[in-house]
């Protein structure tokens, strides 16, 4: 107890000293560490090397100390290492002394070591990095991190090549990654020398290739809003391909998780799935650099597919706190005029990516936007980055980015959108497709109607669906008959891609009941297209089957001769004309 007693007082109060801006207390906190650890070196046992905690903290301070100008803090950090060193030996001895002959060889070097090995910064890393516990080695990287603070009183190139070092130390394990990025979020701002923040975007590289989960996580939740500091970090985690798709491919997890849980609109807490939408931003963020598009193309199926759900998944739920907010009390004093803040619009063109100005307009348009506005645009960077601008003026033209934002008219910007994308290359639209199949099957039904609106668009391409056309023939027939309104128009849609292939005319045959119960329809759009699919169906029948068709055709038309809109009899009696013909 009373070696751990002293371990805290040290731990509390010497090594923040280390860092006083005070020649005299830090001369005084070095003296008594290295007084502490000469103690001891000669008296304290310890049962075991758990029980000294507080290793890497002191490597740190102590190595730090080392490069200071006043020589007698030098001289006495050089002291406090020695006994820190021998101290440590007489800890591992017991361990050592199990291994034989590799424990005298140890001995040997260490012997040797002692006359140079503190004159050099990376050989105290590497010496006492073989010692450390995963816990203290990420308490020494977090103390190199501190040493290369502008406002640090210690030497920058110093606590530089500490952490260049620590993170070579082979076999060293470790711990509590969050603490890392935290600090690295935290000093970011403050550690302005181009080779000092070189050497935080190598650690932040390493430690996301090693630990992407925890390193995403870690700073999706520092940032809320993803603000610059957090900007560049993201810049910093795609800068190199390989640790690129581990941070990609973590995003397009944090995407899925709300679909992964199911959460009914009514059974969500208050406020947006936190992650998603800051997985949102930072993707965004990411793809307005377009620093990694390679990556981003070998990824593109997966992160249209998750940002699509995303977009609808936000859309959706902003309409919903729209209802609850008009169904609130509405006389509630208004804002003054001139304090909302205005966000660029979705047209506006961005100051070029790489810049301070560029991450700064990013943060601008996700910072207090509205969720799905921040999704959709994140479709759209997403869309530039993988090369494909030329879909991205079309969906601009077209009015394609309001109507997604509408959950009225949503379905229809996400036909748009897919309209759009038909033009992939098969490898990408095959992956989409047999994805699409898998949702559809699962029957999710808050991505039911994107997915349904993105698989009627995919159909028209006669190269997809190969020995899954019974599994297609009967998801339509799922898509006729079902309840919404909405998603039995977009399954006569995509029954009249389809049928305009004659190679597919004749597995549609079986699904002539469901279209003629569409002919029953309140919806006039519906019996419409109803109409539009039977005269292509007909049309790609041998003249047998035509000829039976016809009759049922012709029975369920006879009622919409007498119908009030003109158009609807003219299309009803036009039909009638081409079944008489068969």
């Not at 000294?52 to 903290?57: A, M, T, W």
């Not at 997890?253 to 969500?268: F, G, I, K, M, T």
Request: charged share 25%.
């Amino acid at each position: 107890m009373r070696q751990q007693a002293m371990l805290a007082i040290m731990k509390l109060r010497s090594c923040s000293l280390t860092t006083s801006k005070e020649v005299h207390e830090r001369l005084r906190a070095v003296g008594r560490i290295r007084w502490l650890m000469e103690f001891m070196g000669s008296q304290c046992k310890f049962q075991e090397v758990e029980e000294f905690s507080v290793l890497g903290q002191l490597v740190g301070c102590l190595t730090l100390c080392r490069a200071e100008q006043e020589q007698e803090i030098c001289q006495s950090a050089v002291e406090g290492l020695r006994h820190l060193y021998s101290f440590m030996l007489h800890l591992k001895s017991e361990i050592l002394r199990k291994l034989g002959a590799e424990y005298r060889q140890i001995l040997k070097n260490s012997q040797v070591e002692t006359a140079f090995w503190v004159t050099n910064t990376r050989n105290i890393t590497l010496i006492f990095g073989k010692y450390l516990e995963p816990s203290e080695g990420m308490d020494f990287l977090l103390t190199a991190i501190d040493g290369m603070r502008d406002s640090s009183v210690h030497d920058a190139v110093t606590a530089r090549n500490m952490l260049h070092t620590i993170l070579e130390v082979p076999g060293l394990r470790w711990w509590r990654m969050s603490e890392a990025v935290r600090s690295i979020y935290n000093h970011l701002d403050s550690i302005s020398e181009p080779l000092a923040r070189q050497e935080l975007r190598r650690a932040l590289l390493l430690l996301g290739y090693r630990f992407s989960e925890e390193v995403v996580g870690t700073l999706l939740g520092c940032s809320r809003s993803c603000d610059s500091v957090a900007a560049e970090m993201w810049k910093m985690l795609t800068s190199q391909p390989n640790t690129s798709r581990k941070i990609l491919g973590e995003l397009v997890s944090r995407l899925q998780e709300p679909a992964r849980r199911r959460y009914q609109l009514s059974e969500r807490p208050a406020g947006f799935p936190p992650l998603a939408l800051q997985a949102t931003r930072a993707l965004y963020v990411i793809l307005q650099e377009q620093a990694c598009r390679q990556e981003v193309k070998e990824l593109f199926p997966q992160l249209y597919v998750a940002l699509l759900f995303h977009v609808t998944h936000t859309v959706q739920h902003t309409a919903s706190q729209e209802r609850e907010h008009n169904q609130e009390d509405t006389a509630a004093p208004s804002a003054p005029p001139g304090t909302a803040s205005p966000t660029p619009s979705l047209g506006s063109a961005a100051p070029p990516a790489g810049t301070r100005q560029g991450l700064a307009w990013a943060h601008s348009v996700t910072r207090g936007s509205p969720a799905h506005r921040v999704a959709v645009k994140a479709m759209e960077a997403l869309l530039l980055c993988a090369g494909y601008k030329e879909q991205v003026t079309f969906m601009m033209k077209q009015g394609g980015w309001d109507l997604l934002m509408s959950s009225d008219t949503h379905h229809k910007g996400v036909c748009l959108l897919a309209r759009a994308m038909v033009s992939l290359n098969f490898q990408e639209r095959n992956w989409i497709f047999y994805h699409l199949m898998a949702i559809l099957s699962d029957r999710d039904d808050r991505r039911y109607v994107p997915a349904v609106a993105l698989f009627i668009q995919l159909l028209q391409c006669p190269d997809l669906g190969y020995g899954l056309e019974d599994a297609i023939v009967e998801e339509m027939s799922r898509q006729l008959r079902d309840h919404q309104t909405v998603v039995r128009w977009l399954g006569l849609k995509g029954l009249l891609n389809l049928a305009r292939l004659p190679e597919k005319v004749g597995k549609l045959q079986r699904l002539l009941p469901d279209v003629l119960e569409r002919l029953q329809e309140v919806d006039r759009a519906l019996i419409r297209k109803a109409i539009a699919v039977l005269k292509h169906l007909l049309a790609g029948m041998d003249r047998q089957s035509a000829s039976r068709a016809a009759v049922q055709v012709a029975e369920q038309l006879l009622p919409l001769f007498d119908d009030v809109t003109s158009k609807l009899r003219v299309l009803s009696i036009t039909l009638l004309k081409t079944c008489w013909s068969l």
